[in-house]
C-alpha cells in the first residue's frame, strides 16, 4: 500500500510507499485425529496456513501447548504421518519467520471385541454352531 498523509490544513504532507499489511496468521488443520489403532501408529495429521507470506514450512512437536520448536524441526511437507494416538502441536512458519501454533489430538479406534453366540444343537443332530461378532477395529 501507499499512504499520503495530509493536515487539516493543507499545510503539511507526508508519504509513505510500500506498507506490507500483516494479516492475522492461523493453522488450519485436516486430517486431525486420523485413527491410530491400539497394533500401529496409523495416525496423520496435515496441516495449512493462511495470510502470511509464501512459502510455509511445517513442524510438529508431541503434547499440546509446546513451545516453537528450533528452526532446524520445521519442514516443506505439511503432511506427518506415522503418529501414535496423543496431544500434539502442530506449527506453521511463514517467510518472515512468523510461526503460529495449533493444538491438535489424534484419536484411537476402538479395540476390537469379539463375542460368540452359540447356537445350541437340535436333539440327536450335529447342527450346533458358533457364532462370532465383533466390535470396534477396522
Known sequence: YNVT???AGGCGTATFTNIHV?????VFVTNN????????NTGSITLFGNAGILPYTYAL???SGQPTPAPGAFQTSNAFTGLAAGS??????????CVSPKNI???????????????????????????IFKTGGV
Do not use: R, W
Not at 500434539?88 to 519467520?97: E, H, M, P, R, S
Not at 479395540?111 to 454352531?129: E, I, M, T
Open 88 to 97: 500434539y502441536t502442530g506449527f506453521v512458519k511463514d517467510a518472515l519467520g
Open 5 to 7: 498523509v495530509t493536515s
Open 22 to 26: 500483516q494479516f492475522a496468521f492461523n
Open 105 to 131: 489430538t489424534v484419536g484411537t479406534i476402538p479395540a476390537v471385541v469379539a463375542n460368540p453366540f452359540a447356537v445350541a444343537a437340535s436333539s440327536c443332530n450335529p447342527d450346533g454352531s458358533i457364532q
Open 61 to 63: 512437536s508431541p503434547g
Open 33 to 40: 485425529g486420523t485413527a491410530s489403532s491400539s497394533c500401529a
